[in-house]
């Protein structure tokens, strides 16, 4: 069998022609973008494959076997020989595939015993008749013949994978939905949110997990150190007091406050572990971010070819500004729900917001955009001040903007936890393998990344916002404790940083229902959903990102 080989292209990974027999667009995801998902299905696969051992009648296990003439590399499970000839066998925790009553190898598996039978020829020099694949869950071992046919099979699936690697366009999702719900990626490639913006009357299956995976581990008091012991992060406070340690696997990002340090076992440690670890000042501001970065290439040029598109940003910038001003226009509506008095008294806040509404979609470019936008602003920040309850001391409460330095209390909360936020949402565009330097909507200045002030957009109203305003109401602040104030800016103190921290942690940690999508997830999976949709408005599924309304 002849498969021309290009001499720079990678060999492909037989298991990599498992998933292209099994969905294209999996392939692509997990071979070109090189995005991986490891599962509860996938944790069990690797435990089965480490549990097989050699047995008394001379299979060899975990053979590797590689051949550059055909371009492919992969780990065969185990190696028999039988009657002169070596037969290859993979093992498989689930059942067969039924024809009638005849077991028969599922397309996906087949095809993988097939690449392995070519490369033991290739290795061994002899002809292999056939490979096995035992399916464990029925003990029920299924026969593929290594013929013309097979090898066909395999020539033509390496021409197709060979293909994909080429382009930079991701297959559609798979026509056949049941593929979907057993699939590790359908949190990335997000199937169901496509076909239910096609279908808008569709019950999409929830596919997209509810909650996040570990908890985000904070430090924040100046001169912490963060060292590593095996599989532990050691927290070692500079008072002497004892370390506290924290097991990788329950962690989902660093976050470093101020004068910390981390050393490099641990940054080690986190990468290894795909643990992003993010720096803050010691006033929330974010400023640098380590985090895995393979396989983002084919994301980002998409990216960067959708964004220099004038066209595409004005829509994108559109979408976001209506979401925001329509959930700021709805928070201050909601505060005054039921009183008349207070209705009235918030009404001239809310005509600029109106006013906004109805001229964003005739916005000739982004500039008159941004201006409409802040038009919006200043009225909503002024009907914040109307939400605070009469009982919130003068000294915490709103009276104008001020960002750097923040000139009073009520800016030093809503800096901090905005601070908070821009991190988050730093996290959701790296975990959707985004450049968060090339945003639509933001210009760029400064070190601020113009994609993550975009998105953030969406959040601030919903994320802190809501829980800042509550959280004054319940007089949960102290001014004088809370507070380093100096004659020309206004700083949380360490107690004041640890409870906005807990507040903005504990409210990404909520569920709310997704108005578009109809189910419910965690705030910091809806960050997580809403970069990925963001991704799917340059990647031929248009029409997902900034639907979200607060309700």
Known sequence: MTLPMVDHAPPLRVMSLHALAYCQRLFYLEEVEEIRVASAAVYAGRELHASLEADEEGE????????????????????????????????????????????????????????????????????????????????????????????????????????????????????????????????????????????????????????????????????????????????????????????IREIDSLLVHGYCQVTTQALNLCV??????????????????????????????????ALADEATCLRLAKSLARAKIESQHR??????????????????????????????????????????????????????????????????????????????????????????????????????????SLGFFHTPRSAAYPLVLDLMELFRVPLWDMVLIGSLNRNQWDPDADFIVTKGKTWLSDTGRRKTIQLFEDRLDETWKHPVIGYSLSYVRTLELEARLLEKEWSGEPGLFARMRLR
């Open 60 to 247: 060899r296990t975990q053979l590797e076997l590689a051949d550059s003439g055909l371009g492919l590399v992969g780990k065969v499970d185990a190696l028999r020989r039988r009657d002169g000839s070596f037969l290859p066998y993979e093992h498989k925790r689930g059942r067969a595939r039924r024809d009638g009553k005849t077991a028969m190898a599922w397309p996906s598996d087949r095809l993988q015993v097939i690449a392995y039978a070519v490369l033991i020829e290739s290795a061994t020099g002899q002809a292999i008749p056939e490979g096995r694949i035992r399916y464990h869950a029925e003990n029920v071992t299924v026969r593929v013949p290594i013929d013309a046919n097979a090898r066909a099979d395999l020539e033509e699936a390496v021409a197709t994978a060979r293909r994909l690697r080429e382009t930079t366009e991701r297959p559609p999702v798979a026509e056949n939905e049941r593929l979907c719900v057993r699939c590790s990626l359908a949190p990335v490639c997000l199937p169901e949110e496509v076909r239910q913006a096609d279908d808008p009357e569709r019950e999409p299956t929830r596919l997209f997990p509810p909650d996040r995976d570990g908890t985000s581990l904070h430090v924040v008091l100046p001169g912490t150190s963060v060292g590593r012991s095996g599989e532990t992060l050691v927290v070692k406070p500079p008072d002497g007091a004892p370390p506290t340690k924290h097991a």
């Open 272 to 305: 290894d572990r795909e643990i992003p670890v993010h720096w803050l000042t010691t006033s929330g501001r974010h400023t640098a971010s380590l985090t895995a970065s393979a396989g983002q290439v084919q994301r980002r040029l998409r990216q960067y070819r």
């Open 331 to 436: 928070y201050l509506l909601r505060g005054s729900r039921g009183d008349e008095q207070a209705r009235d008294a918030m009404l001239p806040n809310l005509i600029p917001l109106r006013s906004a509404l109805a001229s964003l979609e005739s916005a000739p470019n982004r500039d008159s955009l941004r201006g409409f936008e802040g038009s919006a602003a200043v009225g909503y920040f002024r009907g914040l001040d109307r939400l605070l309850s009469p009982t919130v001391p003068e000294l915490l409460r709103y009276s104008t903007r001020s960002r750097r330095p923040p000139l009073d209390r009520f800016n030093a909360l809503l800096g901090f936890g905005y601070g908070l936020l821009h991190t988050a949402v730093m996290r959701a565009i790296l975990t959707a393998g985004l450049e968060p």
